[in-house]
């Protein structure tokens, strides 16, 4: 049997139109799951400094949150909302996401004032990453697993700690590492969940077990333990960033 829920995504409202559209847009758990990948970042370097940690939660929420997703919607429209981004309104979606890159780079460009010139290359790989993922630019190679997990996972964390401590060293490299993890590992999740919501029709089959009972197989079958996995991590990685940010903040 077809599953009932054709939401395009777990999260996404099930109601269409209004601010519904952009909480869908902004992928609410994924957003704050990586964005706790800064927290942890900057956590990781010896001294917090509070404005730093929010000026680069702010630069990530406007290039990841919701440039990168703008861009995204553009190209084929995965979440089905109502906000234009088809032609020839695809322009004002485009203004928004170039916007919201210009609003990262500039909060970088003015850390660069405090923290030098070790943020440069942050500056400028941060917004390519974004458009390279998101456009499909140079093939798609950067639109792979391994790729999201750089720009998504690793590249926030590094780029948090080189805002707090000026420079890089083992914890920031090992973190990123665990955080490069965790994203492949979310991505390898997440891709057969969203083609089980938005491209599978139908599925229909059983399972029969060694005892002979028979079970029903379907979409919301196999789909249900890819996002219960999804939404356990997601919380975990933001609740690990908050108990880090808790630990050395007060």
């Given at each position: 049997?077809?599953?009932?829920?054709?939401?395009?995504?777990?999260?996404?409202?099930?109601?269409?139109?209004?601010?519904?559209d952009?909480?869908?847009?902004?992928?609410p758990?994924?957003?704050?799951?990586?964005?706790?990948?800064?927290?942890?970042?900057?956590?990781?370097?010896?001294?917090?400094?509070?404005?730093?940690?929010?000026?680069?939660?702010?630069?990530?929420?406007?290039?990841?949150?919701?440039?990168?997703?703008?861009?995204?919607?553009?190209?084929?429209?995965?979440?089905?909302?109502?906000?234009?981004?088809?032609?020839?309104?695809?322009?004002?979606?485009?203004?928004?996401?170039?916007?919201?890159?210009?609003?990262?780079?500039g909060?970088?460009?003015?850390?660069?004032?405090?923290?030098?010139?070790?943020?440069?290359?942050?500056?400028?790989?941060?917004?390519?990453?974004?458009v390279?993922?998101?456009?499909?630019?140079?093939?798609?190679?950067?639109?792979?697993?391994?790729?999201?997990?750089?720009?998504?996972?690793?590249?926030?964390?590094?780029?948090?700690?080189?805002?707090?401590?000026?420079?890089?060293?083992?914890?920031?490299?090992?973190?990123?590492?665990?955080?490069?993890?965790?994203?492949?590992?979310?991505?390898?999740?997440?891709?057969?969940?969203r083609?089980?919501?938005?491209q599978?029709?139908?599925?229909?089959?059983?399972?029969?077990?060694?005892?002979?009972?028979?079970?029903?197989?379907?979409?919301?079958?196999?789909?249900?333990p890819?996002?219960?996995?999804?939404?356990?991590?997601?919380?975990?990685?933001?609740?690990?960033?908050?108990?880090?940010?808790?630990?050395?903040?007060?």
């Amino acid at each position: 049997m077809p599953d009932p829920d054709r939401r395009p995504a777990y999260y996404a409202s099930a109601r269409g139109g209004g601010w519904h559209d952009w909480w869908t847009l902004l992928h609410p758990p994924y957003t704050a799951w990586h964005l706790s990948y800064v927290v942890i970042g900057a956590a990781l370097a010896p001294h917090v400094d509070i404005s730093r940690l929010v000026a680069t939660l702010l630069a990530f929420l406007a290039a990841v949150g919701v440039s990168a997703h703008a861009l995204d919607e553009i190209h084929g429209r995965p979440l089905r909302t109502g906000i234009p981004t088809a032609s020839p309104t695809t322009v004002a979606a485009t203004r928004v996401a170039a916007t919201r890159v210009a609003v990262a780079v500039g909060l970088g460009a003015a850390g660069v004032a405090r923290v030098g010139w070790v943020l440069v290359p942050f500056i400028v790989a941060g917004p390519a990453l974004v458009v390279a993922y998101n456009a499909e630019l140079f093939g798609g190679v950067v639109h792979t697993d391994a790729g999201f997990a750089l720009a998504w996972g690793a590249f926030p964390l590094l780029t948090a700690y080189a805002a707090q401590a000026g420079g890089l060293g083992l914890a920031p490299v090992l973190g990123a590492v665990g955080a490069f993890a965790l994203s492949y590992a979310q991505r390898s999740l997440s891709t057969p969940a969203r083609m089980l919501r938005r491209q599978v029709a139908d599925v229909h089959g059983a399972m029969t077990l060694s005892d002979g009972t028979v079970l029903a197989v379907d979409d919301a079958v196999l789909r249900a333990p890819l996002e219960r996995a999804l939404r356990a991590m997601s919380w975990s990685v933001m609740a690990l960033a908050a108990a880090v940010a808790v630990a050395r903040l007060r």
